[in-house]
């Protein structure tokens, strides 16, 4: 008989042991060497003047806990040095107040100013980010201030769990135990979006409940926002508009009648009362079928006006400005703008209108939305989507700070004689994210997905940070410190979202996913009860061209931009290529710059995409010394699954081209292994989110 | 300016460290004092005849980190002793296959005996359960093996993560990203199951959907069969009987058609070969609905044998007995039995009968099922709700194991001389129970419900436990090892269910909850399509008395009994008061064996039911020096729930029962605050698990 003995798996490193993302990017894994040796040096007591303020004592615990994980303290209780190493004063009148901070070195001292005490919140959440990243205490000096007040997430979570367009499990909101019971969850969702100053939280879908404004639900509300005030989180809530008929008894939600406006305020004054802090209401109106002031012939703004007056200066009615109706025949994109413009100037002081990245619908690409720039007397505030409903749910690394700083970047061409990009345009107000995080343990689906989230945080509060250096600083964080490791996640990061669009939606093209779940391609489908629902309506394809000519001999939205914009992309020789499609109409012989034609360029896009996400499943999988295994093998499994589905949105497209227009492929481009009738015969009717 | 230095919240003691539940009752808590020394003293290496085998390998690394943990040891790579302290042989002659083991302790040595590698892998599991409660390793002896063949999980899963009567979150089963992406929870929950001896799970709801038998997603299924594999867990689907219609392109489902036998084989056979230890099949056929041979005059027999001779010995056919006709007028609980009982005898050796543990619905109390001893030419399989559909939800602390020890140590009046139990009627067989996983971190929606999954485990394995010992063992691994706060808990638990069902359905009432989701009261609800939806179907009440007449004198359910049990229960004078309105209509005012009236002791009831809630919470409370703050609060937040629900349950029944009755509360007992409309009105349109 033979006894062998067998030792346990035995783990290399402390800090590669398996990990589940929960901790976020505030794991504050402990460092190593200098940067080590520098903190232990600077460890110290953190003092405060006026400590038992809520804000002011999470500012200290948050600090304390984050550098004894940066320390590597096993023990919490651990000696730190007995003088003042952080020092915070959080009524500081030489500093701006809305969360505004500055940190600066003395001797083993940081002190840390603010005006406010969320101030110190900021403050110590920016610390621990500096230092995380190897920074020298010593030389610590930032001097920070959002660049917009209203930094939000819009979860789109209905009270049953679901998530519309979520891909991260069931909602993280815990509707049905709520108030008695709070989830853990909802502490450590604060704190983390505290540590990237987002400020305010709309919990319910805008595709809204009714019921969710009854006195069962304001309770629940309350629950939450005691729990998130002392992190500086407002709660706010979607408003179904027809609310005083469906649960307030009136026969009529006319914004213009005072019943109606009574109603409003009598519920904005019970809000209130229970929480003296409420944000305000979110309206997505007369859009996809919900109720609105059009239902009465009165505009956006009698809708918005009679909610905010019932607000009045205790808080914020953001209207949303997607919308599109059924029976306009014209050009989907032109909508927002066609029913807008004309309002500006109407809208009470406490409305902002709030509009999409761009004129359609998130998706991979869009030139940013011709509101922007266009309505100077209105607060407009920016809509992203991090939650990915068209860019590969969870499954697809997809990063999208490129993405919403390019909207971001944009110069509108309006403004005065310096004209504004978007950022400028929305300073006043703010930026708003549809979140992407669920049940699921890594909250969002997938482990770089929680970038987006970080990086959304980010760049509202400074649009100016490059999407190069918020990865980093991400990656840094949450997966490792090892400069070449974190050199090829950040360029792996990149350029991922570019690829998404090469695979999916290739030179402007938009709107080409199968149908409700928007899960991979769907040209083909031209069948739904709406032209814009349509994929075809989009790609415009048939055996000549493809490509929606919005310029002035189609649809003429290219002229809702401002002149200078317009000049850009009015000629189809000169637009930028990565709009080419979305504004024009091109043939598929069309000889590019490039020399190959239009269909060979296509092909070209296709295999590029195809072609990154190869290096990227690549250069994953060298990062296995640097990354803990149950982590790593997560993301692997997502890069292997968005290697099959790149492979498949760039066949059955090209096999739908193809059926088109009837060209083969260009020499050397891989054969397309199925028949288009394959790619249009498969149907997904689990597809989460919808 | 007073600066004040704030230290950091210091948590006392390592055990007391923040929990979120996770770790099941596979915590592993570094033991203390004696326990810790000897256990020390006997620490060493562990060694194998085939160390390689998987299993094995797992029997091994799952003792190492569990002895690892109990020891304290931070660093996995901590030095132990050199010599042999534990030695496998998991192919030993002398030792039952199926799951046994044996355990003898000598000098320094425990010497580990199975005739299989799971074998194995349960004794690792027993000895840390029993180290884990402070046993001494020098003198741990065990022999046991299991008492059936199946231990096994029923999900109802639906494809889109919906868990049908689950309250724990969405499903644990991530259909959408498997094959490619397995979720570490996947193997997390296969050692939960191995570690109480659960050895197999149907994925999926019994309310089925054809398309998870596409070879899509026998691709899931395989990638999970084969994680599981080591575990010693089969995969078993649920199969909706008209998949050969659904998506075979048949025309019929007929069981006798020989193309549809046909079709069935060729889907078995396909999915042995990606799953070569497939299961096999779950129907639910004719019931509720769902398609089933009577479709075509065929009988539940003509049906089974059809899939188990598909499966041939590969695998077996549980058919369930949860069937009840929309055209039979009689009492719902006799269905079963008179549909079940002519087909014995008629069943193919593979196929195996399930059936629930009472006649209705896995309602707070029911008498066990008259099938159970009725079929003795039939396997019949005990099915078992472990999820608490009708005992509150996740909120609610009912541990279950009384309630199935009450069923399966019922004497069934049948089986020969020495008649059987019910244990004994299923144990050629083995038990279900509907799985109460979700997605919520602590796995159960709640940690006092993760007791009811290992319990669950435990009586499968052996059903002679009692439920006493295995809240203990439970309350140890998952809470506390302080005797006296164990045996506070295991007190809580003991009486938790019969507070249930004492503020519920006090006296043998049965279903009167409220419709469709099944939350909260709902005696008043009459108006439903099917009279045996109703809860005044089951309650019977009026104006003179209240009760089932099952007797002769009414449906004579009574006869389904063996002689013996229906002389204890014909009587109402005699019978025992647990059952007393399940099979008797019984007056107001008739005078109870109390002295009281019926009336009276009805009030008793839920008043008594209530205060056992308030006792539970009181009894939580001084537990708080030995949990953990976040699940001692969490734990403490449901209970605060219950207490609600509780005086909710018992007010508005007793408003109900009084406006039939119009009789006063008997003196002393606490006012009714609201009217019987007020509780009528309550709805709850989100209530999850529908």
């Known amino acids: 008989m033979r006894l062998a003995a067998l030792s346990a798996a035995i783990v290399p490193l402390a800090s590669l ?42 500012a200290i615990s948050e600090l304390r806990a984050g550098l004894d994980g940066l320390l590597g303290k096993a023990d919490r209780a651990a000696q730190t040095g007995s003088y003042t190493a952080f020092r915070f004063d959080c009524d500081h009148p030489a500093i701006a107040p809305g969360g505004a901070f500055r940190i600066t070195p003395a001797d083993r001292l940081l002190s840390i100013d603010a005006a406010e005490p969320v101030g110190c919140l900021y403050a110590s959440y920016a610390i621990l980010r500096e230092l995380g990243q190897g920074a020298d205490p010593s030389t610590l000096a930032l001097d920070s201030a959002p660049a917009m007040p209203l930094r939000m997430l819009n979860h789109w979570d209905n009270p049953d769990g679901h998530v519309e367009r979520g891909y991260a499990g069931r909602s993280i909101f815990d509707w049905w ?12 969702y604060a704190r983390a979006n505290a540590s990237v100053g987002i400020n305010g939280v709309v919990v319910n879908n805008v595709n809204a409940r009714a019921f969710m404004l009854e006195p069962r639900y304001i309770a629940k509300f309350a629950r939450l926002a005691d729990a998130w005030r002392p992190y500086g989180i ?21 914004p213009l009648d005072p019943q109606v406006a009574a109603w409003w305020r009598a519920k904005a004054d019970e809000i209130y009362t229970a929480i003296p802090d409420f944000g305000g209401f979110l309206v997505k109106a007369n859009s996809e079928g919900q109720p609105g002031p059009q239902d009465y012939s009165r505009t956006h703004a009698d809708g918005a006006n009679m909610l905010a007056e019932g607000l009045g200066d205790r808080g914020t009615v953001i209207w949303r400005a997607f919308v599109y109706s059924a029976e306009d025949e014209t050009d989907r994109t032109k909508q927002a703008y066609a029913e807008f413009v004309p309002l500006d100037g109407q809208f009470a002081d406490n409305v902002i209108v709030q509009v999409k990245n761009g004129p359609l619908d998130f998706q991979p ?49 309006r403004g005065g004689p310096v004209t504004k990009s978007v950022a400028q345009v929305i300073a006043p107000a703010g930026m708003a994210g549809v979140a992407n995080t669920g049940s699921d343990r890594d909250w969002t689906g997938s482990d770089f997905d929680q970038a987006n989230w970080y990086a959304f945080g980010r760049l509202a509060w400074n649009p100016a940070l490059s999407s190069e250096s918020i990865a980093r600083e991400w990656a840094a964080q949450t997966f490792t410190r090892d400069p070449q490791a974190l050199g090829t996640i950040t360029a792996m990061m990149q350029g991922s979202r570019e690829a998404v669009v090469r695979y999916m939606t290739p030179l402007g093209l938009a709107h080409v996913m199968d149908t409700g779940h928007h899960y991979g391609p769907g040209p083909w489908v031209c069948d739904l009860a709406r032209p814009d629902w349509n994929p075809c309506y989009y790609h415009r394809a048939d055996g000549e061209g493809i490509g929606f000519d919005r310029t002035p001999a189609g649809s003429d939205a290219l002229a809702q931009y401002a002149p200078d914009v317009t000049a850009q992309w009015a000629d189809p020789a000169t637009v930028d290529p990565r709009y080419l499609l979305w504004f024009h109409r091109v043939r598929w012989d069309r000889v590019m710059p490039s020399g190959r034609s239009l269909w060979a360029d296509l092909v070209h896009e296709y295999d590029a995409g195809v072609a990154a ?3 990227l499943a690549r250069d994953w999988q060298t990062l296995a010394p640097h990354i803990d295994a149950q982590r790593h093998r997560a993301v692997a499994e997502n890069l292997a699954i968005q290697q099959v589905e790149a492979r498949w949105w760039r066949n059955a497209s090209l096999a739908y081209w193809q059926s088109l227009h009837g060209l083969p492929l260009p020499a050397g481009a891989a054969p397309i292994p199925e028949s288009l009738a394959d790619y249009q015969r498969r149907a997904f009717p689990e597809a989460p989110g919808q």
């Open 17 to 58: 042991q398996a990990e589940d993302g929960y901790d976020l990017w505030l794991r504050h894994a402990p460092l190593e060497g200098e940067s080590l040796a520098r903190l232990q040096a600077h460890d110290g007591e953190i003092v405060a003047l006026n400590p038992d303020e809520p804000t002011v004592a999470l």
């Open 234 to 254: 407002r709660v706010y809530l979607s408003a179904r508009f027809s609310a005083p008929m469906d649960i307030g008894g009136l026969t009529t939600s006319d």
């Open 365 to 413: 690409r869009e030139p940013f939305h011709p509101l922007f720039g266009a309505m100077p007397k209105t607060k407009l505030m920016f809509e992203g989507q991090i939650t990915k409903e068209y860019l590969g749910f969870a499954s697809h690394l997809a990063y999208l700070a490129p993405l919403w700083k390019e909207v971001l970047g944009a110069d509108t061409g």
């Open 613 to 615: 996400v190869d290096a």
């Open 177 to 188: 135990h709520l108030p008695e019971r709070l989830d853990q969850r909802m502490i450590d």
